[in-house]
């Protein structure tokens, strides 16, 4: 329902122009239909609301956690709710005229509360309606007076449709009057209609799950057995209830224990994949230790190969330094020589210089 008249106000907020206009042709009877038109929206958001205390109650009920809620003293469940309270120490088990008691009386209140959103439809439509004919009865009556006043024996042709046209305005208005009460009441009518639908779709399933509900607690010759059945006697009466509570008990005691089950099933499932995961990594741990002792002897290969380097290098640079001292050597010893040839030269050079000048 919400949707819906999100949707509603989405295509009038699109529509506002033309909308607004015609809400000013008749805005007494439009204000009116509109007002009508929210109230009966407010009705039906009512009607929906008030169905969730009693099924909030209705729910903490069959949980058993009642006692902790006040039973509701007013609405659809009051008498219903005082019955299931007063025997609430005892397993609850009804006859079928007693459940078809309950629920007929829940329905007619039901029904009662829908009353007054149906008569709100009704008076939208009627509203529309007066309100079309009142603006008919203003159209009939404006062009009745505007006949009336024509003067026909005129010779002014050009006043006489001057007055026609001016005349016209009122029977206009009034047909924009019709029409403008005619299109927010239906369109009003149809609003609540839709939300009247809604509001029965939600009782309808509040019924329909309490009346499941009551026939699963339905025993034929029950305690609160059918008239005319021969009632038993006191004490088989009362030995049948406490097997009935026996029983009673024993199955919630049986969910109970196949809860802990699926439970302890969950914590033993969830247990072993854990050790499924640690298993797989033991494993590749273990894969990992079972390669260390092969990537040691890589390592230890490739430190004697280093050192090999290592010794070959040493020896290399021993020659090469052997060879750089020597080399050291010859260029002292020969270049000394040299050095002397040269400076015998020039004295020799220079003596035969000094005999050529002299």
């Known amino acids: 329902m919400s949707l819906f008249l999100l949707l509603v106000a989405v295509v009038a907020t699109l529509l506002a122009a033309p909308l607004q206009r015609a809400y000013l042709a008749n805005p ?27 099924i909030r109650w209705l729910d903490e009920y069959r949980r058993g956690d009642s006692r902790e809620l006040e039973p509701p003293r007013r609405g659809l469940m009051a008498s219903m709710a005082q019955m299931l ?54 159209t009939l009556t404006s062009v009745s007076a505007v006949l009336g006043s024509l003067e026909v024996d005129s010779d002014d042709a050009g006043a006489m449709f001057g007055a026609l046209k001016s005349g016209l305005e009122e029977p206009l208005r009034g047909m924009g009057t019709a029409f403008s009460s005619s299109l927010f009441g239906l369109a009003g009518a149809l609003v609540l209609g839709f939300c009247d639908l809604q509001a029965g779709h939600a009782q309808n399933r509040f019924f329909n799950d309490l009346e499941e509900w009551l026939a699963s607690v339905t025993q034929v010759g029950g305690p609160l057995g059918m008239e005319g059945e021969p009632a038993l006697p006191s004490y088989i009466q009362a030995l ?119």
């Open 85 to 138: 309270i007063a025997r609430q120490r005892q397993r609850l088990v009804l006859s079928p005229s007693t459940m078809r008691v309950l629920l007929d009386g829940i329905r007619a209140r039901l029904d009662e509360s829908r009353d007054v959103a149906r008569y709100l439809i009704g008076l939208l439509i009627f509203l529309g309606l007066l309100g079309t004919f009142w603006g008919l009865l203003d």
């Open 28 to 54: 007494f009877f439009n204000t009116l239909i509109l007002s009508v038109l929210v109230i009966g929206i407010l009705v039906h958001v009512r009607q929906i609301l008030r169905l969730w205390p009693e």
């Open 240 to 358: 049948l209830e406490q097997a009935a509570d026996g029983l009673d008990k024993l199955q919630r005691s049986l969910a109970q224990g196949e809860d802990d089950r699926r439970a302890l099933n969950n914590r033993v499932m969830a247990l072993t994949a854990q050790l499924a995961a640690l298993a797989e990594q033991m494993q590749g741990g273990q894969r990992q230790v079972a390669e260390l002792p092969e990537l040691l002897q890589r390592l230890c290969r490739d430190v004697d190969v280093l050192r090999e380097q290592n010794e070959v290098l040493i020896r290399h640079l021993g020659n090469i330094e052997v060879g750089v001292t020597t080399l050291l050597g010859d260029i002292n010893l020969h270049g000394g020589k040299a050095l002397e040839e040269l400076r015998a030269e020039l004295r020799l050079l220079a003596k035969a210089i000094g005999r050529q000048v002299g």
